[in-house]
């Protein structure tokens, strides 16, 4: 039960701070400012309640860590009923504050109206590549040969820079509950895009977990 209740807190404040970030201080801190929102939450996260659940916070993440065999499915299923129950209640709680989705709940998107425009095989090209990319560093920086005490911050540097990179693309998911906390509320198109954002990180996460289940990414 601890497991569950961490990872329901990690993945509401994921989604308050970084999401946050976007709808309540986007205009003053921009691109970069709301990109270290979502990269110092998970790293804040990461040490707070990582020592309990391993502060997966987000589904693709629990998906790559039983496909490397690091998880039953068991446990894997209760995370993401605590990731995304997280998620919902973060835009919930964002969605008080703010008191309108005029300006969206920092939904994640693509195409015309969204960010740069960018068409859907671009959104779905970077969520799969980001993911995978994102799942390798945390694999690796948990690890058993890994460098005790620094898998937060690298975990937290690495979702940053997904983030300076993509938020034009899609507003950066690697994570779907994530995508699906501010969808529920804002509907419409955040909605009926939804499907990238579950189908691309899941793909992802499978990659580059195999990297680690198959030993192609190994220490000597």
């Given at each position: 039960?601890s497991?569950?209740?961490?990872?329901?807190?990690?993945t509401?404040?994921?989604?308050l701070?970084?999401?946050?970030?976007?709808?309540?201080?986007?205009?003053?801190?921009g691109?970069?400012?709301?990109?270290?929102?979502?990269?110092?939450a998970?790293?804040a996260?990461?040490?707070?309640?990582?020592?309990?659940?391993?502060c997966?916070v987000?589904?693709?993440?629990?998906?790559a860590?039983?496909v490397?065999?690091?998880?039953?499915?068991?446990?894997?299923?209760?995370?993401?009923?605590?990731q995304?129950?997280?998620?919902?209640?973060?835009?919930?709680?964002?969605?008080?504050?703010?008191?309108?989705?005029?300006?969206?709940?920092?939904?994640?998107?693509?195409?015309?109206?969204y960010?740069?425009?960018?068409?859907?095989h671009?959104?779905?090209v970077?969520?799969?590549?980001?993911?995978?990319?994102?799942?390798i560093?945390?694999?690796?920086?948990?690890?058993?040969?890994a460098?005790?005490?620094f898998a937060?911050?690298?975990?937290g540097?690495?979702?940053?820079?997904?983030?300076?990179?993509?938020?034009q693309v899609?507003?950066v998911?690697?994570n779907p509950?994530?995508s699906?906390?501010?969808?529920?509320?804002?509907?419409?198109?955040?909605?009926?895009?939804?499907?990238?954002?579950?189908?691309?990180?899941?793909?992802?996460?499978?990659l580059?977990a195999?990297?680690?289940?198959?030993?192609?990414?190994?220490?000597?």
């Amino acid at each position: 039960m601890s497991k569950i209740i961490a990872e329901f807190i990690g993945t509401f404040a994921l989604v308050l701070f970084g999401c946050g970030a976007a709808v309540l201080g986007g205009d003053h801190v921009g691109q970069l400012g709301i990109a270290l929102a979502f990269g110092f939450a998970i790293i804040a996260m990461a040490y707070g309640i990582g020592p309990v659940s391993g502060c997966h916070v987000n589904p693709a993440v629990s998906l790559a860590a039983f496909v490397a065999g690091r998880m039953s499915a068991k446990e894997m299923l209760l995370y993401w009923v605590a990731q995304f129950a997280g998620a919902a209640a973060g835009a919930a709680v964002l969605l008080c504050i703010a008191g309108s989705t005029a300006h969206g709940l920092g939904q994640n998107g693509w195409g015309p109206g969204y960010g740069g425009a960018f068409p859907v095989h671009a959104a779905f090209v970077f969520e799969v590549v980001m993911t995978a990319l994102f799942v390798i560093v945390i694999l690796g920086s948990t690890g058993t040969d890994a460098a005790p005490g620094f898998a937060g911050l690298g975990i937290g540097i690495a979702l940053a820079v997904i983030h300076i990179v993509g938020i034009q693309v899609t507003g950066v998911s690697v994570n779907p509950a994530r995508s699906f906390g501010p969808a529920i509320f804002v509907g419409g198109q955040a909605l009926a895009q939804l499907w990238l954002f579950f189908v691309a990180p899941a793909i992802g996460a499978v990659l580059g977990a195999l990297l680690y289940r198959f030993n192609l990414l190994k220490v000597g």
